[in-house]
């Protein structure tokens, strides 16, 4: 299990990490984009959202990774405000432990609000997200195929 910060922004994460990588240095190890969703999770998409970023990761040691993607308003939680200075997560990461992702998800998201269950994705994993009971947002990330 690994756990890396994750960053939202409204537009900005491009920016944001080609600052980030000029101070940590390496390489993204992923850059995807809404664009590179598959043409039914990415239906209606503007062009100007096309061209965001649906997820980056930047290695900044070998156990720490820094990640984030743009918050487009048709994927947001309904009634959810996209706050700068609230736009950080945990990320939880597993590979192949679909059971502790699932035992982890349930127990930390007691008493809390779910903004995405914990189900399949379009990248072969489990993912859900939450803020618990104490205001700490969390990411649940369980690769179960690879991509």
């Known amino acids: 299990m690994q756990l890396n910060h994750y ?24 850059l995807s984009r809404y664009g590179d969703m598959p043409p039914a999770e990415g ?3 503007s062009e100007v959202d096309k061209s965001l970023i649906l997820h980056v990761s930047l290695p900044i040691t070998e156990s720490a990774v820094l990640m984030g993607s743009d918050v487009v308003d048709q994927f ?9 200075g609230n736009n950080h997560y945990i990320a939880i990461n597993l590979e192949n432990e679909e059971n502790e992702a699932r035992r982890l998800f349930n127990q930390l998201s007691v008493h809390g609000h779910i903004e995405m269950q914990l189900e399949k994705t379009f990248w072969g994993a489990l993912y859900g997200a939450f803020t618990d009971q104490f205001g700490i947002k969390w990411m649940v990330n369980c690769q179960l195929e690879s991509i």
């Open 7 to 30: 960053l939202n922004f409204k537009g900005q994460t491009e920016q944001a990490f080609l600052f980030y990588q000029s101070v940590f240095g390496g390489e993204f190890s992923v």
């Open 43 to 45: 239906a209606n998409l």
């Open 76 to 84: 947001c939680v309904p009634n959810s405000v996209f706050t700068q």
